[in-house]
């Protein structure tokens, strides 16, 4: 019966340690290899780790990033938004955190490209806007 999850799990960390010696780190990564697989799967047989985009299963995201593209998906990016209007539409559901945390996390999904960052004038200042690309 090889539709166990805890069978997969275990092929798939002797496959990654296959190459090698025998020995205590052998062992050591064999157990940090399966302890990690069978933390990260779920039923559906996905790894939160892996997921690219929100969690569909009516489960709320637990981290930054994917709380981020939670709002991204309701489409809350298609008008450019200030680092102000995201902390505003995340506290709204109860999420609350500082723009210096904010900041950091919003240039990592520019970088990925799952945002898009302008700067913008408002009055005298200057501010970054964020958008869908």
Known sequence: MTDDPL???RKR???AIDG???GPLKIAAFQT???RLLSDS???GRSPAVSKGPDRTGKQPDTLTGRLLAIKAEGFFK???SLGE???SLGSRGWHYPLTTLSGVMQGLVRQRQLRR???SDGKKRIWRYSNP
């Open 86 to 88: 995201v902390r505003e």
């Open 79 to 81: 008008t450019q938004r």
């Open 42 to 44: 779920e039923p559906g």
């Open 20 to 22: 090698m010696d025998d």
């Open 7 to 9: 069978i997969q799990a």
């Open 118 to 120: 302008e700067r913008t």
């Open 33 to 35: 290899i399966l302890a």
């Open 13 to 15: 960390a002797e496959r």
